[in-house]
Nanobody, 126 residues
Framework: VQLVESGGGVVQAGGSLRLSCAAS????????IGWFRQAPGKEREGISC????????YYETSVKGRFTVSTDNVNRVAYLQMDGLKPDDTAVYYC????????????????????WGQGTQVTVSS
């Protein structure tokens, strides 16, 4: 299983970015996809999860209403659309896959996930 992320960059506050997570060696029927971020000096935090099998998606409170997670099941790419970006959103963003049908609780941490992308930097300037 390999996850390759892209789409990070530098954006002004209020702007938008879309992160992509291309998956190989797995289908979205067999895994859930989680999105995490890690700011300097802070722990890696889960911000979203999507399950194609269960048709569910979840968001951490600070991103709910601004971020949208989705999957392209044909091309096996997961997306994180980020709108209304704030300087506090500055972090390295990771996608991850867990071999399960239902998303773990958002706050349950990185240990619930089996596979990880390499991370992509998102910087939001004020």
């Amino acid at each position: 299983v390999q996850l390759v992320e892209s789409g990070g960059g530098v954006v002004q506050a209020g702007g938008s970015l879309r992160l992509s997570c291309a998956a190989s060696g797995v289908t979205f029927d067999d895994v859930v996809i989680g999105w995490f971020r890690q700011a300097p000096g802070k722990e890696r935090e889960g911000i979203s999860c999507i399950s194609k099998r269960a048709s569910t998606s979840y968001y951490e409170t600070s991103v709910k209403g601004r971020f949208t997670v989705s999957t392209d099941n044909v091309n096996r790419v997961a997306y994180l659309q980020m709108d209304g970006l704030k300087p506090d959103d500055t972090a390295v963003y990771y996608c991850a896959a867990a071999s399960r049908w239902h998303c773990p609780r958002i706050g349950s941490g990185p240990r619930e996930y089996d596979y990880w992308g390499q991370g992509t930097q998102v910087t939001v300037s004020s």
